[in-house]
């Protein structure tokens, strides 16, 4: 299979059925919008071929990156990020984002209890915070049904602000969204990325 697929000589394309863009030919929005990230990403490669859409996503992508443009804390970003990477088993995304997680301090314990079970957090197991616990029951009634229980949206009220809130939810579809672009076309896996801990750092504030 990847031999067949990888007939453009393309090096980083071994499952994706779809071919990366090339950046140094792509047209310049493009390749500028590319620089989001100090670092090559597959996903981005993709996206890119969508090239009235990609900018658009990119500047959405670069302001998940900015806390002067997001308002929840990095905490609650990366929370919303590898929940829905579970939960929608995109492995790709859950891959790119654990590292970002675990270099900006993600507690080991929280890391790994992202993948416990809904009715945990709504019965109050897991080393969730308050705040934590209602940012996961937003995003699992999200990926369940695309709604949430008018409940669940008093009580996130009472811990986050209203721009907190409508940002977990769009933070969950645009990482939905993203998880099943990566999937669909089956994305390759990033290569390594040599000092990518101050790279990532350099990027996300």
């Known amino acids: 299979m990847a031999s067949n697929l990888n007939n453009d000589s393309d090096p980083h394309r071994q499952t994706c059925l779809v071919p990366y863009i090339n950046p140094d030919t792509a047209p310049q929005e493009i390749q500028d919008r590319l620089k989001v990230l100090p670092f090559r990403r597959n996903i981005l490669l993709v996206l890119a071929h969508s090239q009235g859409l990609f900018p658009h996503l990119s500047c959405l992508l670069g302001a998940c990156f900015?806390?002067?443009?997001?308002?929840?804390?990095?905490?609650?970003?990366?929370?919303?990020?590898?929940?829905?990477?579970?939960?929608?088993?995109?492995?790709?995304?859950?891959?790119?984002?654990?590292?970002?997680?675990?270099?900006?301090?993600?507690?080991?314990?929280?890391?790994?209890?992202?993948?416990?079970?809904?009715?945990?957090?709504?019965?109050?197991?897991?080393?969730?915070?308050?705040?934590?616990?209602?940012?996961?029951?937003?995003?699992h009634e999200q990926l369940k049904g695309f709604a949430n229980e008018q409940e669940t949206v008093k009580d996130a009220l009472?811990?986050?602000?209203?721009?907190?809130?409508?940002?977990?939810?769009?933070?969950?579809?645009?990482?939905?969204?993203?998880?099943?672009?990566?999937?669909?076309?089956?994305?390759?896996?990033?290569?390594?990325i040599p000092g990518f801990e101050k790279k990532i750092k350099s990027a996300v504030s």
Do not use: C
Not at 73 to 88: E, I
Not at 91 to 114: G, Q, S, T
Not at 161 to 186: H, I, S
């Open 66 to 139: 900015d806390s002067k443009q997001r308002k929840l804390s990095l905490f609650d970003w990366q929370l919303v990020v590898l929940r829905v990477s579970h939960v929608l088993d995109a492995k790709y995304e859950w891959d790119v984002n654990a590292p970002v997680a675990e270099a900006f301090d993600f507690p080991p314990k929280k890391l790994e209890a992202i993948g416990g079970l809904a009715q945990d957090v709504v019965e109050g197991r897991g080393p969730w915070s308050e705040r934590g616990r209602v940012v996961l029951r937003l995003v």
């Open 158 to 192: 009472q811990l986050l602000d209203v721009d907190e809130v409508v940002e977990v939810l769009v933070m969950t579809g645009t990482y939905a969204m993203l998880a099943r672009v990566m999937k669909g076309p089956q994305v390759d896996d990033d290569g390594f």
